[in-house]
């Protein structure tokens, strides 16, 4: 887990004042999506949003992916589009981000079930 935390305070989201609790979030929402055999996938985008590129940058060629977090079952639970050329480190903070957002949005619904 220390190893996955310095590679998010590394790498992640920069908010003053909240970099040590986004990259721990970060790294525990790796470590559930590997423990429950979440997988990230990463697919085309095949119609990426491109507007905000100049014409300068929409003359080069691009890698525009989404990533989909699976579970094991196949069922999808997070996606992103649009994610243009990602490298590998940015690969593993998508990933982890949308493992975040799935452990959220379990986490709710277990607590509005059990209401």
């Known amino acids: 887990m ?9 790498n992640a989201g920069y908010i003053v004042g909240q970099r040590a609790q986004g990259a721990l979030s970060l790294a525990r929402a790796e ?3 590997n423990e429950n055999d979440w997988n990230a996938e990463w697919e085309w985008d095949e119609c ?3 507007s905000w590129m ?3 940058e929409l003359e080069q060629e ?6 989909v977090l699976k579970d094991g079952d ?10 243009t050329d990602p490298d590998g480190n940015y690969r593993r903070v998508v990933a982890a981000e949308l493992a975040a957002e799935a ?13």
């Open 54 to 56: 100049s014409e300068r």
């Open 31 to 33: 470590q559930h999506a």
């Open 62 to 67: 691009h890698e525009v992916l989404c990533c």
């Open 103 to 115: 452990l959220h949005n379990e986490r709710e619904l277990n607590r509005v079930c059990a209401d």
């Open 74 to 83: 196949g069922n999808v639970l997070a996606s992103l589009c649009g994610i």
């Open 2 to 10: 220390i190893r996955s935390y310095r590679f998010f305070f590394a």
């Open 48 to 50: 990426p949003d491109l």
